[in-house]
């Protein structure tokens, strides 16, 4: 089985993206860093990583910038935010 390479670099990032138990309370920060870090090993383990070519970086960027104007219709503090490392 195979899994796009993008993915791949998307589910290592989520153990770095997890807040402190004092910005949020809907998760334990650690065992949701635990969490994500299983899915990212599993992931790994059980996946061949598909390229991810000219074509596909490019239609990445336009469904990111598409969801990213939605966002920011709903959202007027969204810029500030991704600026401060706080995400979408």
């Known amino acids: 089985m195979a899994i796009s390479a ?3 670099a998307e589910l290592s990032a989520g153990p770095h993206e997890v807040r402190p ?9 650690t065992a949701e860093r635990a969490r994500r870090l299983d899915v990212l090993q599993r ?8 390229p991810f070519d000219a074509d596909a970086t490019r239609a990445y960027g336009r469904v990111v910038t598409l969801l990213l ?12 935010r991704i600026a401060a490392g706080q995400g979408p």
């Open 21 to 29: 138990d004092t910005e949020q309370d809907v998760y334990f920060e």
């Open 43 to 50: 992931a790994e383990h059980e996946f061949d990583p598909i």
């Open 6 to 8: 993008v993915t791949l």
């Open 69 to 80: 104007t939605r966002a920011l219709h709903r959202d007027k503090d969204l810029p500030s």
